[in-house]
């Protein structure tokens, strides 16, 4: 069976930004900054739904994206991400729902932090 796309289907991605260890964060914040990080990432149309700093790891940002837009957000990664960071790009989905369902309801979900 064929699933017809439409204009509102959206996927969800997680980003994992590694940090170059070897230098520091302020020659990263410098590099991504000359390279448009800060205006091109994430692409117009994308939702950030997360964006954690892992410590020892770097960041993970998760975003909800038009499902015609994955080329998009791997543009943005590659010309302005690259050099400061090492990048994987994972599809995701939310598994909350179901966990609280395996669960009998007993699963108590957090409201997102305000920072």
Known sequence: MEMAETSDERILLSVIFRHDQSR?????????AEQGFFER???????????YVMMGL????TLSVPAGSLREVNR????TAWGAFRTEIYASYDFRPVARDQ???NLSLAKPIEI
């Open 41 to 51: 990432f994430p692409p117009k149309g994308c939702e950030v739904v997360s964006w």
């Open 76 to 79: 943005a990664i590659e010309g």
């Open 24 to 32: 520091p964060v302020g020659r990263l914040q410098e590099q991504l």
């Open 103 to 105: 669960r009998g309801g």
């Open 58 to 61: 770097g960041q993970v940002a």
